[in-house]
């Protein structure tokens, strides 16, 4: 659980700016933002691995970025209320590292 929205920005500026993958969670971070999604629609629509969308849900999980709904197959995962009310931070680190912002 998050604090503050210092400590959002330093957890987003490290899982998008600051370590390998960054983009490829940025972009599920995305995703999310216009439609909560399970782990297969995600991958199509992103034309990512399954495998690899997991891993990094796996990881936006474990630091509190994404939740989830549901259980199997149909685990659905959604951003958390903090990345909700905090958006804009993503973005501008989105931006700040070349990205363009869009809903998927």
Known sequence: MFHSAASIKR????????SRGGESR???IVALKGTPQNANRLAETLTMDY???????G???KNNIVTTV?????L???LSTEVEQN?????DIWEGIGNKV???
């Open 87 to 91: 958006y804009a931070l993503f973005e």
């Open 70 to 74: 549901g259980e199997g197959y149909g």
């Open 59 to 61: 990881v936006l999980k």
């Open 102 to 104: 869009k809903s998927a």
């Open 26 to 28: 940025g972009r599920i």
């Open 11 to 18: 957890v987003l500026w490290w899982l998008i700016a600051g």
């Open 76 to 78: 659905t995962y959604f």
């Open 51 to 57: 495998k690899t969308v997991r891993h990094h849900l």
